[in-house]
């Protein structure tokens, strides 16, 4: 099975180099290439490519922008000269990071990452980005989280809750609450109501991860979620949620 990939770096050298590299793996299949953000999101978008090697610094948008932009993105492997970058990149969970210039056996390590599905296998999906007609999003899909200047591919499933806040949504999951420029009804119409819930005004829970269910005032629910999270369920969403969990 070929896998399609995009290379999107400023340098033409340096793409010149990644796709005589790349042929040495027959099942990768380069099937375009950009100089710049804003080029590769108009490739991504025609391609639907599996994976991108995607350079960090570009002039204009850097490499972490084209991905704050993206709806659906592939795997990700950054190819860059700058490894101050690094702690960056491996906190946004990508594939792999390259350092140029590219050494053969890492280009072989990373290639053979995306074979045994390091990263996630169906796609990252980032939360923020306008558009009509959008699929609902399983609780295996990755999302691109980017708060100021930390970033973070996060698996659906790891997140327990979604919080109203003004015109931005906390996001909770393991010890990280970021911010995300995205309201709560939004979110709603893309997540799987079978595994998010909307308790109240205020907040979405994951069904899986709550811990403890307890009544609460007015015939409402007091829920409280893994990470020692309170939420209160309204008395009307009560209803609803009893009607789920077969209460």
């Avoid at 919080?163 to 931005?168: A, F, H, L």
Wanted: net charge negative.
């Amino acid at each position: 099975m070929s896998l399609k990939a995009i290379i999107i770096d400023d340098e033409r050298l340096a793409r010149l180099e990644l796709r005589r590299m790349l042929q040495d793996f027959p099942e990768i299949e380069v099937v375009d290439e950009a100089a710049n953000a804003d080029e590769g999101l108009a490739r991504i978008e025609s391609h639907n490519p599996d994976i991108i090697f995607l350079d960090i610094q570009m002039p204009g948008k850097t490499g972490f922008d084209l991905l704050s932009e993206l709806d659906r993105s592939p795997q990700v492997i950054f190819t860059t000269a700058y490894d101050e970058y690094a702690l960056k990149a491996f906190e946004v969970n990508a594939l792999d990071y390259l350092l140029k210039p590219i050494e053969p056996k890492r280009l072989a390590d990373a290639v053979h990452k995306l074979h045994n599905g390091e990263g996630n296998g169906n796609g990252h999906t980032h939360l923020s980005v306008p558009g009509e007609n959008r699929s609902l999003l399983g609780e295996n899909d990755q999302v691109f989280v980017k708060d100021g200047e930390r970033c973070w591919f996060v698996k659906l499933s790891d997140i327990r809750l979604f919080e109203s806040v003004g015109n931005y949504a906390k996001v909770f999951f393991g010890n990280n609450k970021p911010l995300i420029l995205k309201s709560l009804n939004a979110l709603e119409e893309r997540l799987d109501e079978k595994v998010f819930f909307r308790a109240n005004r205020k907040h979405i829970v994951n069904l899986r991860l709550i811990e403890k269910i307890e009544p609460y005032f007015n015939g409402g629910l007091l829920l409280e979620l893994k990470g020692g999270e309170k939420v209160e369920v309204s008395r009307r969403q009560t209803v609803k949620f009893k009607e789920m969990m077969s209460l």
